[in-house]
């Protein structure tokens, strides 16, 4: 990490003058509010973190806190942006929020925590910094008002990151697929991300660190404080992490996982890598709600098919069946799943647009959608040309459930295929250009 992420960094001295001085407060006293904002806020907190990016942190933090009262400007911009994004701010909603925030005003010590994770050679990033993971903004309202590190850094784009997920008590099938995907996928330079969980979590970042050869090799997400490695015992593979590879949460130090913020954490692991594998997962697991996060914000997201007997596989065979998830066999099926077909082998042929290309002739409209899968075809086909339609119009045409809907729209318009208007979404700006 840079010294510009670094806390305490960016504060003014006596020796500055002017717009340096200023700028250098501006900046720290950002980063102290957005500190105490992680220890404030739930992950996840939909109101809160949509206050922060209509207030700002300072002027959030005063507010939420009970410091100070919002004007009716600003309580009404606050509504407006969240009934927009399809929440509707009620009296008994805020007054409740007002309540549960003011139980964890006492306890907040920001420039105590800054020290706390600087003495053990971490830090705050926040948005706006240089490292900043602009996957984490792909979340939306649910996006992270900061995050602390722990670690060698720098934070990886999630272009070069591929989350490999999946079930605590992994069998041996899983296992080795996992240390085949991971080994193979960190040796061409990709990190590795997952949650540092016992299972397949810990082979996926094992595997990383033995073979892996990017900056850095492996991420963990965590659940609590960074402060203290959980589970304890992955005390020795987690300290390996943060010597080698970097740990991330948005809880600051000391704070407890709970099942909640395991369950939050997983929208980050789905938002910082640039695809999900899921190795193993029960019918109801922490790694299908990975996926679950990854397809609602576009990522892809691949299934390993086990044994039909075998319970740590029924969840893939889930996702698989009731989902756009796609099978993974092997590194190269892993490897499609990255934005641009991730890295290639020295062996590997010509890059996938240019295989079966046409030579000439044909129209650029017939073109424009080749590379499509089925799923993105036919949300694609189902968008109008000029007027905007509804999510539930889509569905309707298209044969899909919302949340696929929903994926397929976000990676579509990420291509410019797909506009979003106020009245729902149309063919983007790569058709009507």
């Known amino acids: 990490m840079s010294t510009a992420h ?8 006596g020796a500055d003058t002017g717009t340096e001085s200023r700028a250098r407060a501006d900046t720290s006293a950002e980063r102290i509010a957005r500190a105490a904002l992680t220890r404030l806020l739930e992950p996840g907190s939909v109101l809160g973190t949509t206050a922060v990016r209509v207030w700002g942190a300072a002027r959030a933090l005063q507010i939420l806190t009970g410091a100070d009262t919002p004007g009716p400007d600003e309580r009404q911009e606050l509504s407006l942006v969240l009934s927009g994004e399809g929440t509707q701010l009620t009296e008994r909603t805020w007054t409740k929020s007002l309540e549960g925030w003011a139980a964890r005003t006492a ?38 008002v900061a995050l ?37 996928a960190a040796a061409r330079g990709l990190t590795m991300m997952s949650g540092g969980a016992y299972g397949i979590d810990a082979m996926a970042h094992r595997a990383a660190l033995a073979s892996g050869t990017g900056a850095p090799p492996t991420a963990a997400v965590m659940a609590g404080g960074l402060d203290r490695y959980y589970p304890a015992g992955h005390e020795d593979l987690l300290r390996e992490v943060s010597a080698r590879g970097l740990l991330l949460s948005e809880m600051p130090p000391g704070a407890s996982p709970t099942r909640h913020r395991f369950l939050q954490r997983n929208r980050l692991i789905a938002g910082l890598s640039g695809a999900v594998v899921v190795v193993e997962a029960r019918w109801r697991s922490g790694a299908q709600n990975t996926a679950g996060h990854a397809l609602g914000i576009g990522r892809e997201v691949g299934a390993v098919p086990g044994p039909v007997t075998s319970p740590q596989s029924a969840g893939c065979h889930r996702l698989l069946r009731e989902s756009p998830a796609v099978v993974v066999t092997d590194l190269e099926e892993a490897l499609a799943l990255m934005p641009g077909g991730g890295p290639r082998a020295a062996t590997a042929g010509p890059p996938a647009a240019e295989v079966g290309a046409p030579s000439g002739g044909g129209s650029s409209a017939a073109r424009i959608h080749d590379h499509l899968t089925v799923e993105e075809l036919l949300v694609y086909e189902a968008l109008p040309l000029r007027s905007a339609v509804p999510v539930d119009r889509l569905c309707a045409a298209a044969g899909l459930g919302p949340g696929a809907v929903m994926g397929t729209l976000k990676k579509l318009q990420r291509q410019s295929l797909a506009e979003q208007l106020a009245a729902g979404w149309r063919r983007g700006p790569a058709v009507h250009g």
């Not at 670094?6 to 001295?13: D, N």
């Not at 010590?109 to 903004?137: F, M, T, V």
């Open 107 to 144: 306890s907040l010590a920001p420039e105590r925590d800054l020290e706390s994770l600087g003495r053990l050679g971490g830090g705050l990033l926040i948005p706006g910094d240089a490292g900043w993971p602009p996957g984490a903004d792909d979340l939306g309202a649910a996006a992270p």
């Open 6 to 13: 670094r806390p305490g960094t960016g504060t003014g001295t």
């Open 148 to 184: 602390w590190y722990r670690g060698t850094g720098p934070v990886p784009r999630r272009e070069t990151t591929l989350a490999v997920v999946g079930s605590r008590d992994a069998t041996a099938y899983g296992q080795s697929v996992t240390r085949t995907l991971a080994s193979g």
